[in-house]
């Protein structure tokens, strides 16, 4: 059972990032995914959540308009698409999966079953 997140690398303010997250092992079609990412020195926090039947996505607040979480249970993989970044989005950031598809669990790090090895996001000039 793995998750794979990859995508990551340099980009300047402004720029945009694809990070894909891939499942091997299980099949994603009942699992919620979520994204997180941690700065060096800071906690894991909330990115972006979307359940498994694509009906409640949820984004922090910071992101808003800028990234949108998407995936595809064929494929067993999601994404982040992430738009004119900022320097403050930059960190490791990590896919995961919970079987709790409701909301308020979605938005938390100890409610997810499984975690992919992180892939980082340097926004930098």
């Known amino acids: 059972v793995q998750l794979q997140a990859s995508g990551g690398g340099l980009v300047q303010p402004g720029g945009s990032l694809r990070l894909s997250c891939a499942a091997s092992g299980f099949t994603l079609d009942y699992y919620a995914i979520g994204w997180f990412r941690q700065a060096p020195g800071r906690e894991r926090s909330f990115v972006a959540a979307l359940n498994s039947d694509n009906t409640v996505t949820s984004y922090t607040n910071s992101v808003k308009d800028r990234f949108s979480i998407s995936r595809d249970n064929a494929k067993n993989t999601a994404w982040l698409q992430m738009n004119n970044l900022k320097p403050e989005d930059t960190a490791v950031y990590y896919c995961?999966?919970?079987?709790?598809?409701?909301?308020?669990?979605?938005?938390?790090?100890?409610?997810?079953?499984?975690w992919g090895q992180g892939t980082l996001v340097t926004v930098s000039s």
């Open positions: 995961a999966a919970t079987t709790k598809n409701n909301q308020r669990s979605m938005l938390k790090v100890s409610e997810y079953d499984y």
